[in-house]
């Protein structure tokens, strides 16, 4: 059964830094694109960072550009999302994605299977 579990997630306060993990079983997460969707009550679910499976580009969201780092652990058939500067607009439940599939994108439509999500809340 493939799945994948997300974890990582916490209260933080703005400023502050957490690293979310995206941990895949029943398949090969190297093999997939992998992306990292967010979504704060009453809105969209919106792509924040995503990676390919092909040559490792990433790619981010205007929003998180420079504060957000995707990055994949083969050994441990996990991606990682590290969040730093935190802002209090950054709260939402995160989400991990894959396709197989060349390139990656930040549309959630593009994606096959998803994790259960985990909850990120920036507060002071």
């Known amino acids: 059964q493939l799945q994948l579990v997300e974890s990582g997630g916490g209260l933080v306060q703005p400023g502050g830094s957490l690293r979310l993990s995206c941990a895949a079983s029943?398949?090969?997460?190297?093999?997939?694109?992998v992306g990292w969707f967010r979504q704060a009550p009453g809105k969209e679910r919106e792509g924040v960072s995503c990676i390919s499976s092909s040559d490792g580009s990433t790619y981010y969201a205007d929003s998180v550009k420079g504060r957000f780092t995707i990055s994949r652990d083969k050994a441990k058939n996990t991606v990682y999302l590290q969040i730093n500067s935190l802002k209090p607009e950054d709260t939402a439940v995160y989400y991990c994605?894959?396709?197989?599939?060349w390139g990656c994108g930040l549309r959630p439509s593009g994606y096959d299977y998803w994790g259960q999500g985990t909850q990120v809340t920036v507060s002071s």
């Open positions: 029943g398949f090969v997460l190297d093999y997939y694109a």
């Open positions: 994605a894959a396709f197989g599939g």
